[in-house]
């Protein structure tokens, strides 16, 4: 696949530590047929990395719009590939999922793709946006039908990784403010001060949350979210020393 953007050769190429391959996995939104795809594309092409470290990084954003929320996560909860090390990143899916959970509930995550995970779990979905009491009544049912795997898996979900020069987030960050001290929101929220931004951020960020047809490649970010619920493309962006390619669905 052609780039869109692509990463200027001549300056000194981030690199992440010689011993490891890292596999960065774009936002999956319930398409676990997809997930299931791109799964055996990175085990097929770990097979010329037995001796290094493998590493896979989930960006986030596994739940809503598409129909296979439960099964995506229990995959990466309870089928998770033989002979990598796991991040798993939290999306701001996520992130409005587990608001709706503890409550008080609000209609923004169903209205934002929440219908579909509610499905994916077996609580019907509410076919036009609800008072609070029907709310209420939708959490209650999500809560007993989430298994606590799922739950737990989601209240542990991480906001950042760093790899030797590469940092790892769902969104972004704000430019000028150290990768130490950026605000948990705008890692899973933020969008054009982050995306127009030329800075330099201390480290390429990768990230997913705003989808393209293609991955966009800068000096400063990679984001690799191709919008796999509509596009039918689930990326995952390979880094090894100081290069770096995809894989696709």
Known sequence: MKLEHQ???GDRSPRVPGDRRIYAVGDIHGRIDL??????RIVADA??????????VYLGDYVDR????????????????AGFERVHLKGNHEDMMLEFLTGPP?????????????????VEPPVTLCHPA???????????????DHLGFLQGLRLCHTEGDYFFVHAGVRPGVPLEDQIPYEMMWIRDR?????????KRVVHGHTPNLVPEVF????????GAFYTECLTCLVLEGAEHRFLHT
């Open 7 to 9: 990463f200027d050769a």
């Open 35 to 40: 997930l299931n795809k791109l799964h055996a």
């Open 47 to 56: 097979e010329t990395a037995q001796n290094l470290r493998r590493v896979i």
């Open 66 to 81: 598409g129909p296979g929320t439960f099964d995506v996560l229990d995959v990466l909860i309870n089928e998770p590939l």
């Open 106 to 122: 609000k209609p923004t995550w169903i209205s934002n793709g929440g219908i579909a995970t509610l499905a994916s779990y077996g």
């Open 134 to 148: 029907d709310l209420e009544t939708f959490r209650r049912r999500l809560q007993r039908a989430l298994p606590s």
């Open 194 to 202: 982050f995306l127009l931004s030329d800075a330099d951020f201390g």
């Open 219 to 226: 000096e400063n970010r990679i984001g690799i979210d191709t």
